[in-house]
């Protein structure tokens, strides 16, 4: 079975500084891929971003990184110059076994 | 743009009640998932289905079963409700990636 493990259940960053958050895993699954999502107040789960297993590079999407570190079973979500908008709970997915599941989340709060 | 579509943004049943949950994405998506969501525990996976008439159990698949009679559907059903079944539930599709319903938030009294 896999396990996601996100140890920050909120946090407070300042707007326009970075924010890191921490997400690690355990799959069997030789080939998987990494997710994260944003769930704002109304409920949507917006896709973020996404690192495949194999995937050489980390991956970038705008202000979004994922720091990918397989050998450690990492996939930290680097946001880099928060805004009001990113108050939201982060969540970290593993998509292994062709099934996606996800960590306990960590909500943010930007403040001006 | 796919579109994953739950019948109710919110539901209140009784202590023993069938429940239905609906879920219909219109993309001709092979897999359907079935998710809770509570505080502090994330979006847990109740069931899953691969093809029509095809499920597999998820991490917390008691007290719950589901239907899938044609690909674009996915039912969660509740067979008696509980008020531990209380709860924010997540419809999701995926192909390459996965897209979310806006979710059923369920009270049972």
């Known amino acids: 079975a896999q396990k996601i493990t996100q140890t920050q259940p909120g946090m407070f960053v300042q707007e326009k500084e970075a924010v890191t958050l921490d997400c690690t895993y355990d799959t069997s699954d030789p080939s998987y891929g990494l997710f994260w999502y944003k769930q704002p107040s109304s409920g949507e789960m917006i896709f973020l971003i996404y690192q495949g297993s194999y995937d050489q590079q980390n991956a970038t999407e705008g202000r979004y990184s994922l720091n990918f570190q397989k050998a450690r079973k990492s996939a930290n979500l680097v946001i880099s110059a928060s805004q009001l908008g990113d108050s939201a709970m982060y969540f970290c997915g593993t998509d292994s076994w062709g099934k996606l599941q996800f960590g306990a989340g960590t909500q943010v709060v930007v403040t001006p | 743009d796919v579109k994953v579509t739950q019948s109710s943004r919110y539901l209140v049943k009784r202590t023993g009640e069938k429940v239905f949950l609906e879920c219909v994405q219109d993309m001709d998506h092979e897999n359907m998932f079935w998710y809770r969501q509570d505080p502090g525990l994330g979006l847990r996976l109740i069931y899953f289905?691969?093809?029509?008439?095809?499920?597999e159990k998820g991490d917390i698949p008691e007290g719950y079963s589901v239907s899938r009679e044609k690909k674009e559907r996915f039912s969660l059903i509740l067979e008696s409700a509980s008020t531990n079944q209380t709860s924010m539930y997540l419809c999701?599709?995926?192909?390459?990636?996965?897209?979310f319903g806006s979710g059923t938030r369920l009270t049972v009294v």
């Open positions: 999701a599709s995926s192909s390459n990636g996965y897209t």
């Open positions: 289905s691969y093809d029509v008439k095809m499920k």
